[in-house]
């Protein structure tokens, strides 16, 4: 594209071998060939973009690393991909005031290195921590295991440091807890998906690194016990850091095919549990859970070291990926029920009698469920399957989707179930921050 040519403080792409990578992301979404790819290395390169878009009408599509689950990276009509993967910038942790800025080019595996360094945490941790961009995270509002306490990104974002329509970055927000300025766009920002502006930086929260952890595997003789568990521990006054499951279908794949710490796993289904608080390693807080987990408590078994525990969450985390790897055309979908209601899903589930499997974060309600044999249905059925599944879980209270994003692999679900009004209040906004609809065209709403 000869208008790029002479951009400013940037690399830009714009062999077709090379664009052809920039089509899709993690999801089974495949977008069409961008106009170029630019790489932008300053505010000039940014400032003369959105010039150039609004003059020649492209769009411009955000990109970190491409690690996202829904489409939300991936070009659709005329549009440059705006990769943020050489912005400048560096982590900066401030301990008084304990937050971090990093810029979005940093890797997420930077970020939580650099807190950890000055003995804080920074606990946002979706699957792909190691692989992706910060900046993906926040635009995605990415969650992960911890946000099971902790939340999911937006809850630590203070300020956000965005390039909007004039062509210029605004910061949103300031590096303390407390900012009650009227309604806070930063926040507005986060989880957007791209579609008002581009992320460039943000200010994040960080808390004190916890001084114990306590890694329990909890296997179940009947898969269903485990459903009501999640509830009662909260009940009892138990928060995990995270509580992963493994539905039985899930299992046996893994002991099937999976490496071998994966073969080993027992249990008719299996719970991955996390503490860290502070006296979580003593006998009366692991006597005192035992006793809230009822008769299922007796077969904890608990990690023995380091080493052990981080087996156990590297066979969680390479879940996603071993089934990608087995069923290349699966679909991925990570539908939210309350945790009150998750035996009820299931319940609920199993007469619609979808070709699924089912694994993730059990303490929060955030189901994985993925659909294996997508690849291979027809479309129309597997847009029924889909349409079932989000029906069930929208009707007991929950939603279509709780890290991933609606991106373009859910936009026409979203638009189908959400509220007409919200839908309506969503296209407002995008209206009167982005007049000229560049960013991100096509996505969300």
Same mark, same amino acid.
């Given at each position: 594209?000869?208008?790029?040519?002479?951009?400013?403080?940037?690399?830009?792409?714009?062999?077709?071998?090379?664009?052809?990578?920039?089509?899709?992301?993690?999801?089974?979404?495949?977008?069409?060939?961008?106009?170029?790819?630019?790489?932008?290395?300053?505010?000039?390169?940014?400032?003369?973009?959105?010039?150039?878009?609004?003059?020649?009408?492209?769009?411009?599509?955000?990109?970190?690393?491409?690690?996202?689950?829904?489409?939300?990276?991936?070009?659709?009509?005329?549009?440059?991909?705006?990769?943020?993967?050489?912005?400048?910038?560096?982590?900066?942790?401030?301990?008084?005031?304990?937050?971090?800025?990093?810029?979005?080019?940093?890797?997420?595996?930077?970020?939580?290195?650099?807190?950890?360094?000055?003995?804080?945490?920074?606990?946002?941790?979706?699957?792909?921590?190691?692989?992706?961009?910060?900046?993906?995270?926040?635009?995605?509002?990415?969650?992960?295991?911890?946000?099971?306490?902790?939340?999911?990104?937006?809850?630590?974002?203070?300020?956000?440091?965005?390039?909007?329509? !004039?062509?210029? @970055?605004? &910061?949103?927000?300031? #590096? /303390?807890?407390?900012?009650?300025?009227?309604?806070?766009? %930063?926040?507005? =920002?986060?989880?957007?998906?791209?579609?008002?502006?581009?992320?460039?930086?943000?200010?994040?929260?960080?808390?004190?690194?916890?001084?114990?952890?306590?890694?329990?595997?909890?296997?179940?003789?009947?898969?269903?016990?485990?459903?009501?568990?999640?509830?009662?521990?909260?009940?009892?006054?138990?928060?995990?850091?995270?509580?992963?499951?493994? !539905?039985?279908? @899930?299992? &046996?794949?893994?002991? #099937? /095919?999976?490496?071998?710490?994966?073969?080993?796993?027992? %249990?008719?289904? =299996?719970?991955?549990?996390?503490?860290?608080?502070?006296?979580?390693?003593?006998?009366?807080?692991?006597?005192?859970?035992?006793?809230?987990?009822?008769?299922?408590?007796?077969?904890?078994?608990?990690?023995?070291?380091?080493?052990?525990?981080?087996?156990?969450?590297?066979?969680?985390?390479?879940?996603?990926?071993?089934?990608?790897?087995?069923?290349?055309?699966? @679909?991925?979908?990570?539908?939210?029920?309350?945790?009150?209601?998750?035996?009820?899903?299931?319940?609920?589930?199993?007469?619609?009698?979808?070709?699924?499997?089912?694994?993730?974060?059990?303490?929060?309600?955030?189901?994985?469920?993925?659909?294996?044999?997508?690849?291979?249905?027809?479309?129309?059925?597997?847009?029924?399957?889909?349409?079932?599944?989000?029906?069930?879980?929208?009707?007991?209270?929950?939603?279509?989707?709780?890290?991933?994003?609606?991106?373009?692999?859910?936009?026409?679900?979203?638009?189908?179930?959400?509220?007409?009004?919200?839908?309506?209040?969503?296209?407002?906004?995008?209206?009167?921050?982005?007049?000229?609809?560049?960013?991100?065209?096509?996505?969300?709403?």
């Amino acid at each position: 594209m000869d208008l790029l040519n002479n951009l400013p403080e940037a690399t830009v792409i714009t062999g077709p071998d090379l664009l052809e990578g920039y089509r899709r992301d993690e999801s089974h979404v495949v977008g069409e060939l961008p106009l170029a790819v630019v790489k932008p290395r300053g505010p000039a390169a940014l400032r003369e973009l959105v010039r150039l878009a609004k003059a020649e009408g492209f769009g411009l599509v955000p990109r970190g690393a491409g690690t996202g689950k829904a489409g939300g990276c991936t070009p659709l009509g005329r549009c440059v991909v705006v990769d943020m993967g050489e912005y400048p910038g560096t982590i900066a942790v401030s301990q008084p005031d304990l937050c971090l800025w990093a810029p979005a080019s940093a890797m997420l595996k930077e970020v939580k290195a650099a807190a950890l360094a000055q003995g804080l945490c920074y606990p946002p941790d979706p699957n792909s921590w190691d692989q992706c961009a910060f900046g993906g995270t926040l635009a995605t509002n990415a969650g992960g295991p911890s946000a099971c306490k902790y939340g999911m990104t937006r809850h630590w974002v203070l300020a956000v440091d965005a390039l909007m329509d !004039d062509g210029e @970055v605004h &910061r949103f927000g300031i #590096a /303390s807890v407390k900012c009650n300025t009227g309604p806070s766009l %930063g926040q507005l =920002l986060v989880g957007s998906e791209g579609i008002f502006g581009i992320i460039v930086g943000a200010t994040v929260r960080l808390i004190p690194e916890p001084a114990q952890r306590l890694t329990l595997l909890l296997p179940m003789e009947r898969w269903h016990d485990l459903l009501d568990l999640p509830g009662q521990l909260v009940a009892a006054g138990y928060l995990p850091a995270a509580f992963e499951f493994w !539905d039985p279908a @899930v299992l &046996r794949e893994l002991r #099937a /095919s999976g490496p071998e710490e994966a073969r080993r796993l027992p %249990g008719e289904a =299996l719970a991955l549990l996390e503490f860290d608080d502070r006296d979580c390693q003593s006998e009366p807080f692991l006597e005192g859970l035992v006793e809230a987990l009822g008769p299922q408590g007796e077969h904890l078994q608990s990690a023995t070291g380091a080493r052990q525990r981080d087996a156990l969450w590297a066979v969680r985390r390479m879940t996603s990926s071993h089934l990608k790897e087995r069923y290349p055309g699966k @679909v991925s979908e990570d539908i939210v029920v309350p945790r009150s209601r998750i035996r009820e899903f299931f319940q609920e589930l199993e007469p619609l009698a979808l070709p699924a499997v089912t694994y993730g974060h059990l303490g929060d309600g955030n189901l994985h469920v993925n659909l294996l044999t997508a690849g291979t249905t027809e479309p129309l059925a597997l847009e029924r399957q889909l349409h079932a599944l989000f029906e069930l879980c929208l009707g007991l209270g929950g939603a279509i989707s709780g890290e991933h994003g609606i991106g373009l692999a859910k936009r026409d679900a979203f638009l189908r179930f959400a509220d007409p009004f919200q839908v309506h209040s969503l296209r407002a906004i995008k209206r009167a921050l982005d007049p000229s609809g560049i960013f991100n065209p096509g996505k969300v709403v």
